[in-house]
C-alpha cells in the first residue's frame, strides 16, 4: 500500500469512519473513467482540483462535482485571491500527493478548500484516496467536514 494511500486511510480512521476503499483495475485519472469504473453517476465523483493562491503563494483545493467545471474567475472570487496554475511539485509538497491522485483529505499541511454544492445532492460520493487507481466513497457532508472546507459557489 502506498504512503499517499494509507494517510488517507489513516485520515478517515481517525475522523471515527471505515473506509470503503476501492482499488479500480481501469483508469481513474478522469471523473468520467472513475464513474464507470465505480458504477456511479458522473457528479458523484468528487474531484479535486488544485490552483496555486497567487497572493499566498499556497495551493487551494476546489473539491467539485464530476461534471462541473472550475471557473477560475469564480474561485479567485471565493479564495479572495488571484489564482494560478499550481505545479507539480508545489503540490506534491504541501498535500503529499501526486497529480491525478489528490484526495481532498489526508494532506501534509492543511489546505484552504472549497466545496461545490452540486455534491451534496447525493447521499454518497466517490474521491481519489491518494492515488489515481483508488477511490473510497463517503457521505458529501462528511467529506465537507473532514476537508475543512467551505460551500462556495465557483463552477461555470
Not at 4 to 30: F, H, N, Q
Not at 74 to 94: M, N, Q, S, W
Not at 144 to 153: F, I, K, T, V, Y
Request: a positive charge; one cysteine or more.
Amino acid at each position: 500500500m502506498s504512503k499517499s494511500l494509507k494517510r488517507v486511510e489513516a485520515a478517515l480512521v481517525a475522523a471515527g469512519l471505515r473506509p470503503e476503499i476501492r482499488a479500480l483495475d481501469a483508469s481513474s485519472r478522469t471523473a468520467a473513467e472513475a464513474a464507470a469504473a465505480v458504477g456511479c453517476a458522473l457528479d458523484q465523483i468528487a474531484k479535486s482540483i488544485i490552483f496555486r493562491g497567487e497572493t499566498g503563494g499556497h495551493v487551494l483545493l476546489f473539491v467539485t462535482a464530476g461534471g462541473n467545471r472550475v471557473d477560475p474567475a469564480r474561485a479567485a472570487e471565493v479564495a479572495g485571491e488571484p489564482l494560478g496554475k499550481a505545479d507539480a511539485d508545489l503540490i506534491r509538497a504541501e498535500t503529499g500527493f501526486a497529480i491525478g491522485g489528490v484526495a481532498p483529505v489526508g494532506h501534509l499541511s492543511p489546505v484552504r478548500a472549497f466545496f461545490d454544492p452540486r455534491l451534496m445532492d447525493f447521499p454518497q460520493v466517490w474521491a481519489a484516496a491518494g492515488t489515481p487507481h483508488h477511490v473510497f466513497a463517503i457521505a458529501p457532508a462528511r467529506l465537507l467536514s473532514l476537508a475543512g472546507a467551505s460551500l462556495a459557489r465557483f463552477t461555470a
